[in-house]
């Protein structure tokens, strides 16, 4: 489950599935149904649907039309309104594997952005993006590090700040006390400031490069020459 601060597991479920093949396929078709059914009985369990603004089956191949389908029969069924009621609010699309990464690859979907676009989950995934696709296109608009950061605030240049939430919990008071004043001196500049919970996916991957990067508005190539801080 996603909120606006954590990316939470409300269960993990793992099935084994024979493989295809005609001596398996009764078999295999009782798994997957057996899965299914677990799926099912940990979402009515785990998560309020009125609740939800949008809820997401996502799955490598035809696993998540299969798994709509039998949920959809099985709500019908078993007369589960909390399904039944909230059929709008789910969207399928494709993940590459089940796994927890794979979130990020979901959130990024195009045709999912209008659905979604009101979440912080994703103007934080969309925010990272546009940094890579800088560092990618022109590096010289895109830094990271505080050292390289402060300097492009000081020249006026950040047009959009990356910072995650660990390092306003720094354990060197004088260190917060430097994240904050560079936060509300950007905010006056006019640039967008995007605070990242380290408990999302995005957050855990800006934790990687020093927890702070920057898009500039123009380049800055000497930011080389400046010694990373301890």
């Known amino acids: 489950m996603v909120s606006r601060s954590l990316t939470i597991t409300r269960a993990r479920i793992e099935s084994n599935i024979p493989r295809k093949g005609k001596n398996a396929l ?11 059914d677990k799926v099912l009985r940990a979402a009515v369990q785990h998560l309020d649907m009125d609740k939800l603004k949008v809820l997401l089956i996502a799955s490598p191949g035809y696993v998540k039309d299969g798994f709509y389908k039998y949920m959809g029969m099985e709500a019908a069924r078993q007369d589960l309104r909390s399904i039944i009621d909230n059929k709008a609010k789910m969207v399928l699309c494709h993940a590459s594997s089940g796994h927890k990464h794979a979130f990020h690859e979901v959130l990024t979907r195009p045709e999912l952005q209008s659905r979604l676009a009101k979440t912080k989950a994703v103007s934080e995934v969309q925010a990272l993006n546009d940094f890579h696709e800088m560092l990618g296109k022109d590096q010289d608009r895109a830094v990271y590090g505080p050292a390289h950061v402060n300097h492009a605030a000081e020249m006026g240049a950040i047009d959009k700040l990356l910072v995650t939430d660990t390092l306003f919990r720094a354990p060197d ?7 904050v004043t560079l936060v509300e001196n950007i905010k006056q500049s006019g640039a ?8 999302h996916v995005t957050g855990e991957q800006l934790n990687l490069m020093s927890g702070i990067a920057a898009i500039l508005r ?4 000497d930011l080389d020459d400046i010694e990373p801080e301890e």
């Open 173 to 179: 008071p004088e260190k917060r006390q430097k994240v």
């Open 192 to 199: 967008t400031v995007n605070i990242f919970s380290t408990q």
């Open 218 to 221: 123009f380049p800055l190539p």
């Open 26 to 36: 009764y078999n295999r078709d009782a798994a997957i149904e057996k899965f299914f």
